[in-house]
């Protein structure tokens, strides 16, 4: 294993293991604030435990390329749910990280995942 691919892959997974723990934490919050991104409420049900077992396979280094790629697939997905809300004009709270991200969804929420996708495609091509 590349040492880039490794660091890529530990990384996002503990990106994404924070991102579902923290989603969890967030009790019957999360799902109203999915809803608020315009999820349905069995996909934002479904989400954290996506995050942290994808994360988890990262940082295991498990089922590599796939791991990465469907990190990558899902930071697209939630990109894409993002760049509607903003084209709508809404700036729902992000609710990212549960309560660590509050902030509205703005132009810096799609710069910060193209950065984790960044990382995902040097994981799946390294890792």
């Known amino acids: 294993m ?3 691919g490794f660091i890529a892959e530990m990384a996002l997974g503990i ?3 924070v991102a579902g723990a923290s989603k969890v934490a967030r009790g019957r919050e999360w799902p109203v604030q999915a809803a608020e991104l ?3 409420r069995p996909v934002a049900l479904v ?3 996506w995050e942290m077992t994808v994360g988890a396979l990262l940082v ?3 089922g590599s390329p796939w791991a990465a790629i469907a990190a990558l697939v899902t930071l697209i997905g939630f990109t894409a749910a993002i760049v509607v809300q903003l084209r709508r004009g809404r700036h729902p709270q992000c609710a990212c990280f549960g309560a660590w ?13 193209a950065g984790f996708a960044a990382l995902a495609v040097l994981a799946a091509l390294f890792g």
């Open 60 to 62: 295991a280094g498990l």
């Open 15 to 17: 990106v994404f293991v």
């Open 2 to 4: 590349d040492v880039l």
């Open 38 to 40: 315009g999820a349905p």
């Open 47 to 49: 989400v954290p435990w």
């Open 101 to 113: 991200s509050t902030a509205p969804l703005g132009g810096r929420h799609v710069a910060r995942n």
